[in-house]
């Protein structure tokens, strides 16, 4: 006979046990019916049914069992489902850069703050609470990114947020903090350094001193009575993660010259890059695929000059010779600015996305930029997701509609080559969020029912 004491303990275990079981339970999970799945690889599941819970999808295919417990939206044969758009580095709802930065006394001995070296910081500390970026960019098919503070040579940490509904606006929720460190050679104005040579000097001195200091610290904590205690330095010892090839340094560079420069730094002292912005990097896709380089690509490139668009008789009859010239090398630098990407793919880099400087309002119309510089649906789909995912390390976890992946997707009414498209419906971290489609003859119907199926099941 077991001791009454233990029968106690036993029955208060195994009911916390239920407990923790039906806890667990509790959340209900959700899933769209009858719609057709876009894989990142190209393929593509009609009929099919896509289920998350807690934030995770469970499955995503054909002959998917529905849970009791779910709430179902059907999308009656006519929706389709995309992986969610990542932005592998930007400065969603982060604080712009002071521009009263008072003179210094010694503006050749800055102290790390004015000179723009502050890499300790993280920027889900950071983030502006009352900020429309998140709700903006998810309008637009973003369900998470790599944010990072707006800063000069070594603003700070990049932290992977994904993004979470709430009732007035979209919101970060936190899922790799300090992922990177991002970087540029952009010097902080009116202190030392004040030039290219002078930042890469400053780049190499940081790093001898963030070793020296490891070593110093290293050495007191073995004996402390024979070595005296180095004095601590947030800034140098956040940069041990990078030395120890822990943490990817985002690095900016747009022109060959800077990418080379970055190049060096890297080879130099060993550390993970990724190049960022990238808007000339084509010229060195090469070297870049050799070297197994990535790149988060810009899109903030300038509209199409007008005289692109205007039709032939305007453009030849009303120009002068050097007129002519002028728009012929401004036609010139504009497509090699728009087909970067496509030339880096063709190369065989890596190629994720970057909105950095980019406007949400901008965004469609620089990816239209895209599909008529040579784009297919599949090449843009792979770069705004699983592209993205992997340059910045995450592809296990993000980038496409596998199971046991984060729920990040967007729901269209039409594929998204087709100019009819629209988002319906946005799913970040799990969290629906739902977008009415202007009433037509052939959508009012479904759209309608649609919403009450979701209405009815908050």
Same mark, same amino acid.
């Given at each position: 006979?077991? &001791?009454?004491?233990?029968?106690?303990?036993?029955?208060?275990?195994?009911?916390?046990?239920?407990?923790?079981?039906?806890?667990?339970?509790?959340? *209900?999970?959700?899933?769209?019916?009858?719609?057709? @799945?876009?894989?990142?690889?190209?393929?593509?599941? #009609?009929?099919?049914?896509?289920?998350?819970?807690?934030?995770?999808?469970?499955?995503?295919?054909?002959?998917?069992?529905?849970?009791?417990?779910?709430?179902?939206?059907?999308?009656?044969?006519?929706?389709?489902? %995309?992986?969610?758009?990542?932005?592998?580095?930007?400065?969603?709802?982060?604080?712009?850069?002071?521009?009263?930065?008072?003179?210094?006394?010694?503006?050749?001995?800055?102290?790390?703050?004015?000179?723009?070296?502050?890499?300790?910081?993280?920027?889900?500390?950071?983030?502006? /609470?009352?900020?429309?970026?998140?709700?903006?960019?998810?309008? @637009?098919? +973003?369900?998470?990114?790599?944010?990072?503070?707006?800063? !000069?040579?070594?603003?700070?940490?990049?932290?992977?947020?994904?993004?979470?509904?709430?009732?007035?606006?979209?919101?970060?929720?936190?899922?790799?903090?300090?992922?990177?460190?991002?970087?540029?050679?952009?010097?902080?104005?009116?202190?030392? *350094?004040?030039?290219?040579?002078?930042?890469?000097?400053?780049?190499?001195?940081?790093? !001898?001193?963030?070793?020296?200091?490891?070593?110093?610290?290293?050495?007191? /904590?073995?004996?402390?009575?024979?070595?005296?205690?180095?004095?601590?330095?947030?800034?140098?010892?956040?940069?041990?993660?990078?030395?120890?090839?822990?943490?990817?340094?985002?690095?900016?560079?747009?022109?060959?010259?800077?990418?080379?420069?970055?190049? $060096?730094?890297?080879?130099?002292?060993? +550390?993970?890059?990724?190049?960022?912005?990238?808007?000339?990097?084509?010229?060195?896709?090469?070297?870049?695929?050799?070297?197994?380089?990535?790149? @988060?690509?810009?899109?903030?490139?300038?509209?199409?000059?007008?005289?692109?668009?205007?039709?032939?008789?305007?453009?030849?009859?009303?120009?002068?010779?050097? &007129?002519?010239?002028?728009?012929?090398?401004?036609?010139?630098?504009?497509?090699?600015?728009?087909?970067?990407?496509?030339?880096?793919?063709?190369?065989?880099? @890596?190629?994720?996305?970057?909105?950095?400087?980019?406007?949400?309002?901008?965004?469609?119309?620089?990816?239209?930029?895209?599909?008529?510089?040579?784009? #297919?649906?599949?090449?843009?789909?792979?770069?705004?997701?699983?592209?993205?995912?992997?340059?910045?390390?995450?592809?296990?976890?993000?980038?496409?509609? $596998?199971?046991?992946?984060?729920?990040? +997707?967007?729901?269209? /009414?039409?594929?998204?080559?087709?100019?009819?498209? $629209?988002?319906?419906?946005?799913?970040?971290?799990?969290?629906?969020?739902? %977008? *009415?489609? *202007?009433?037509?003859?052939?959508?009012?119907?479904?759209?309608?029912?649609?919403?009450?199926?979701?209405?009815?099941?908050?």
């Amino acid at each position: 006979m077991k &001791h009454p004491i233990l029968r106690t303990i036993l029955s208060v275990l195994t009911v916390l046990g239920v407990c923790e079981m039906a806890i667990a339970q509790a959340v *209900p999970s959700q899933a769209f019916t009858n719609v057709t @799945l876009h894989f990142a690889d190209g393929s593509s599941v #009609s009929k099919a049914t896509i289920l998350w819970r807690n934030g995770n999808i469970e499955a995503a295919g054909v002959n998917v069992s529905i849970p009791f417990d779910a709430k179902v939206i059907d999308g009656g044969d006519s929706l389709h489902v %995309y992986p969610g758009w990542i932005d592998g580095m930007t400065e969603w709802a982060m604080p712009e850069i002071p521009r009263d930065n008072a003179r210094v006394p010694d503006p050749g001995n800055p102290s790390y703050d004015r000179a723009g070296i502050q890499p300790h910081r993280l920027p889900h500390q950071m983030v502006v /609470t009352n900020s429309r970026d998140f709700t903006d960019w998810r309008k @637009l098919g +973003f369900t998470a990114a790599g944010i990072s503070p707006r800063g !000069f040579m070594l603003p700070g940490n990049v932290d992977l947020m994904t993004i979470h509904g709430t009732e007035a606006n979209d919101q970060a929720r936190l899922l790799v903090q300090g992922m990177g460190m991002r970087a540029s050679l952009q010097s902080s104005p009116g202190v030392n *350094p004040s030039t290219t040579m002078g930042v890469m000097a400053r780049y190499r001195q940081l790093m !001898f001193d963030s070793q020296a200091l490891r070593t110093n610290t290293r050495l007191f /904590t073995s004996n402390t009575n024979a070595y005296v205690a180095p004095e601590p330095d947030p800034v140098l010892e956040s940069l041990w993660p990078v030395m120890d090839g822990k943490q990817t340094v985002f690095f900016s560079a747009d022109n060959p010259e800077d990418i080379r420069r970055v190049l $060096k730094l890297r080879d130099e002292f060993g +550390f993970k890059i990724v190049i960022v912005s990238g808007r000339n990097a084509w010229m060195m896709a090469s070297e870049l695929a050799q070297k197994d380089i990535a790149v @988060l690509a810009t899109l903030n490139f300038p509209a199409k000059p007008s005289f692109m668009t205007q039709s032939a008789k305007d453009s030849v009859d009303k120009r002068t010779a050097e &007129h002519k010239s002028h728009n012929q090398r401004q036609e010139e630098t504009w497509k090699a600015e728009v087909g970067n990407i496509k030339k880096l793919m063709d190369s065989g880099v @890596l190629v994720g996305f970057t909105g950095v400087g980019l406007r949400s309002a901008d965004f469609n119309a620089r990816v239209k930029d895209l599909k008529d510089a040579g784009l #297919s649906e599949q090449n843009i789909v792979q770069l705004f997701s699983t592209n993205t995912a992997k340059v910045i390390g995450h592809g296990n976890l993000l980038g496409d509609l $596998k199971k046991g992946m984060i729920a990040g +997707f967007g729901v269209y /009414t039409h594929p998204i080559s087709d100019s009819k498209s $629209k988002m319906n419906y946005s799913v970040a971290f799990g969290d629906v969020k739902y %977008y *009415p489609i *202007p009433a037509t003859a052939a959508n009012t119907r479904g759209s309608n029912s649609r919403a009450q199926s979701m209405e009815g099941d908050k």
